[in-house]
């Protein structure tokens, strides 16, 4: 069997990985009592769970045959004086080493294995507490619980206790010590920085609009968009049909009343029951129905001029959106997308 690398947890049941790998008879020499030498061979991944003594650490490693003894990985660190210097985490470390060579990587932080999750731009909650919950090994009945408690989050005062729309997209990493509640704080912090970098409270109302109704239109923007550079046409479009007091008519919030991704968006669908539908009602939804990035919200704030009142992505395989501000050509490019969605 190859040398994998194996994940030995504190306090776990006991994991023989030195007989899986059929190399404690050829590596690795004891040069002393209770101690090997050499800064050892192959590869395990260890982890340190939080608040673990030296004690319960030497045990860890001697489980996985990186130390000989829990003595001597004991006494190399109260000789070195680091008890209060071992970090929890996974550690990428080596069978039988010398105690001092296993300290020496439990101390450099190059050894720490992080484990890091990716939240893309546009995704719906319930989306982003799956990703959330798969990338970080945290259940998701546990970002579930951690979301319908919108008050512990550190949501701004204007998000109105939802948490939609304020999970910020980016890549996190994950302590070992984090909780479901600490990530979506931390994304919601993420969050705050965002809006303070497109300064969205002040610009919000030079618009005239709320800062959650700029969030919720950053979020619309984000789902229908195909290319950055076309989100400000986008969100010229929506202020266009809000002056105008026209129906924004944007198929996402219709497809995200029905929990689905889809260009094929019927006309029964259009008449789907819910304030989120913008088919059958005036104006904003009332929240946001994706977790937008900066881009869109930046959008949001600065459309691009235009007298554009309609747009359609018309091959999105290319991702070649359209926009005009004449219903016959609207109307051309809804059968070039019907074309092109045929086909595809």
Do not use: C
């Amino acid at each position: 069997m190859s040398r994998a690398a194996f994940v030995v947890i504190g306090g776990a049941a006991l994991v023989t990985i030195a007989v899986v790998l059929g190399v404690r008879s050829v590596v690795g020499t004891v040069s002393g009592p209770g101690d090997y030498e050499g800064t050892g061979t192959g590869s395990v991944t260890v982890e340190i769970t939080p608040g673990s003594s030296a004690g319960e650490i030497a045990e860890t490693l001697k489980r996985a045959d990186v130390v000989a003894s829990t003595e001597s990985f004991v006494g190399e660190v109260v000789a070195r004086s680091k008890e209060s210097s071992l970090r929890p985490g996974q550690y990428r470390l080596k069978h039988r080493m010398a105690a001092s060579s296993a300290l020496d990587l439990l101390l450099n932080p190059k050894s720490r294995v992080i484990r890091k999750v990716t939240v893309p731009e546009g995704m719906r909650l319930d989306d982003v507490l799956a990703t959330l919950a798969a990338g970080s090994g945290i259940p998701l009945a546990e970002f579930k619980k951690a979301a319908e408690d919108p008050g512990a989050l550190h949501l701004p005062g204007y998000a109105k206790g939802q948490v939609e729309g304020f999970l910020f997209p980016a890549t996190y990493e994950v302590d070992p010590a984090a909780t479901a509640r600490d990530l979506l704080t931390n994304m919601v912090d993420r969050f705050r920085e965002a809006a303070r970098s497109v300064d969205l409270e002040r610009l919000a109302k030079e618009r005239n609009r709320t800062p959650l109704e700029i969030v919720t239109m950053a979020s619309i923007i984000q789902a229908e968009g195909g290319q950055d550079a076309e989100y400000p046409k986008i969100a010229r479009v929506m202020y266009n049909r809000l002056l105008r007091g026209g129906k924004l008519e944007m198929d996402s919030t219709v497809n995200y009343v029905l929990r689905r991704h889809t260009l094929k968006v019927s006309e029964k669908d259009t008449k789907v029951a819910s304030p989120y539908n913008t088919y059958a009602h005036e104006g904003l939804p009332p929240g946001p129905i994706s977790n937008p990035g900066e881009k869109a919200l930046y959008a949001a704030l600065h459309p691009a001029d235009g007298d554009w009142y309609w747009f359609v992505t018309t091959d999105p395989r290319k991702r070649i959106t359209k926009f005009t501000d004449k219903e016959s050509e609207f109307l051309k490019y809804r059968d070039e997308l019907n074309r092109n969605l045929r086909t595809n």
